[in-house]
Every structure is written in structure tokens, then in C-alpha cells.
């Protein structure tokens, strides 16, 4: 009886460092994401937010990477995506200039209400009225949308993952 006590014991105890592994590695890799993002592509101040894994909300997910752009960055933005580097970590592409004539489904019932819910109504209207301004530059790419103003300040990547 006694070793199934400490068999079960075991278990409990490997699956509770499982899954605290788990968390302290999401949590990592949430806090690097918008570096490895923005590092080497534009040039920037503060991180924003930076999101690679939320928290999943009605099945689905958002993964969202915000910085505030340096005064002193290029007003033109970066024209292609850095070699090599993963899809989930990339930046840039053809841009169109900002403000961004239409947005499939970026407020209403469209798939970025999931992403609005999980950053929250304060960022996530803070970046809707940067793309709305004038002298920026946008990509809407799928389920994501890259966004590029030295205007308004800030820089972002974000992916709908439903």
C-alpha cells in the first residue's frame, strides 16, 4: 500500500514540475517576444507589450508584440522580412499607408475581438487609433496585421490565432 502511496506521490510531484516548467517558459518566452520581433528590424525605445502565448478565450488565441518606435527611426519602414528568421517572429512586408481604409473584422464581431479582449480595451484602442492616423504605414496579412508609425510612436505585430 505504501508504494502506491509514494508511486502516486511521484506522479503528482513530476506533473507539478511539468507544468511549472511549462509556465516559467511561456512566461520567458512572452517577455522576449517583441524583441525578438523588433530587435535588428526597427528601432525602438520601450516595449509595449509583448505576448506570444495568451491566455486561450472561447477556443482561440492572440499573440500581439507593441513598442514605442525612437524619435530618431527611419519614417519609412522596414521593407522585407529578415532572412532566416521564423514566421511567428516576423516584421514587415508591402505596406500600404496608414489610415488604414478598411480592417476586415478589427472591431465588431470580427476575429480580433478575441484579440481585444485578451490585451484589453486600453491598448487595444490605443493601437486602433494609430492606424487611423495619417503618415503611418500598415500590412493586414491573414489573420495578422503589422503596423509602423514613427507619427504615432509606436510599432506592432499582431496574430489572430483562432
Known amino acids: 500500500m505504501r508504494l502506491l502511496r509514494d ?39 520601450n516595449v509595449v507589450a509583448s505576448v506570444r502565448w495568451s491566455r486561450k478565450m472561447y477556443g482561440s488565441h492572440c499573440s500581439y508584440a507593441v513598442v514605442e518606435i525612437s524619435p530618431d527611426a527611419p519614417v519609412v519602414p522596414p521593407s522585407r522580412l529578415p532572412i532566416g528568421r521564423e514566421e511567428i517572429h516576423s516584421f514587415g512586408g508591402p505596406w500600404a499607408p496608414t489610415p488604414a481604409a478598411r480592417l476586415d473584422g478589427w472591431t465588431g464581431d470580427g ?35 503589422h503596423f509602423y508609425s514613427v507619427a504615432a510612436g509606436l510599432a506592432f505585430r499582431i496574430r489572430d490565432l483562432t
Not at 484589453?120 to 493601437?127: A, P, Q, T, V
Open 7 to 45: 508511486m502516486a506521490l511521484g506522479i503528482v510531484a513530476v506533473v507539478a514540475l511539468f507544468f511549472a516548467t511549462y509556465r516559467v517558459g511561456v512566461w520567458v518566452d512572452n517577455r522576449g517576444y517583441a524583441a525578438r520581433v523588433f530587435d535588428e528590424v526597427v528601432r525602438y525605445n
Open 111 to 145: 476575429p480580433w475581438t478575441i484579440c481585444r479582449l485578451i490585451m484589453g480595451d486600453k491598448l487595444f484602442e490605443r493601437l486602433d487609433r494609430a492606424l487611423r492616423l495619417p503618415d503611418g504605414w500598415w500590412i493586414e496579412r491573414g489573420s495578422e496585421v
